[in-house]
């Protein structure tokens, strides 16, 4: 450090202030840099916790609309059950508002889980579908697009094998949903 001083000491004295100056802006911009390191932490650490706010939201947007559509397939299965008659029943698949939006905000739930969720989905989507390959009849002009299904005698048996499969499915859904909703 003295060699240093004794060369500065030599120098003409504008290099003094050049050094002083250089000096200055080099601590300058390290500090620019370091806030800006923590800055950008600081919003990672933020965006992490509303990513898994917003996930949670969504599983327990989704276990809420899973959970409605199971007891309704539970309850009318125990509605029918034993029944040689004919009968109407809703389409579960009309329970289903959104999970169009809730999707996209469930990116943090394991591939296992996602997938039993979409096949939950898709079985309701396909639920009247599975009635008419029954027998059953699409009672037509319904309002805002509500789909009921007329059954012939005799498939309440049948009928009552799918909602309690559907049901146990969508119960295996939401068993490996609950971690996400804690």
């Known amino acids: ?40 932490y600081l919003n990672r650490r933020r965006d992490d916790r509303l990513r898994k706010v917003a996930a949670k939201a969504a599983a327990i947007g989704i276990t809420a609309e899973l959970l409605s559509v199971e007891r309704v397939l539970r309850r ?10 004919a009968f109407i029943g809703p389409d579960v698949a009309n329970n289903i508002r959104n999970i169009s939006e809730i999707i996209q905000n469930i990116q943090d739930v394991d591939h296992d889980t996602l997938g039993l969720v979409i096949s939950a989905y898709v079985l309701i989507d396909e639920y009247s579908h599975t009635l008419v ?39 295996v859904a939401l068993k490996n949903l609950e971690r996400y909703t804690k």
Not at 142 to 165: E, F, T
């Open 1 to 40: 450090m003295s060699d240093f001083l004794s060369w500065l000491q030599t120098q003409p004295p504008s290099i003094g202030s050049f050094l002083g100056s250089l000096t200055g802006a080099g601590i300058g911009l390290i500090a620019i840099v370091l806030g800006a390191l923590f800055n950008a």
């Open 76 to 85: 009318n299965a125990a509605d029918i059950n034993g029944t040689n008659n």
């Open 133 to 171: 390959l029954f027998g059953g009849e699409i009672i037509p002009n319904m309002p805002r697009n509500r789909v009921i299904v007329k059954m012939p005698a005799g498939s309440a048996g049948r009928v009552v094998g799918v909602n309690n499969d559907i049901a146990d499915q969508i119960a």
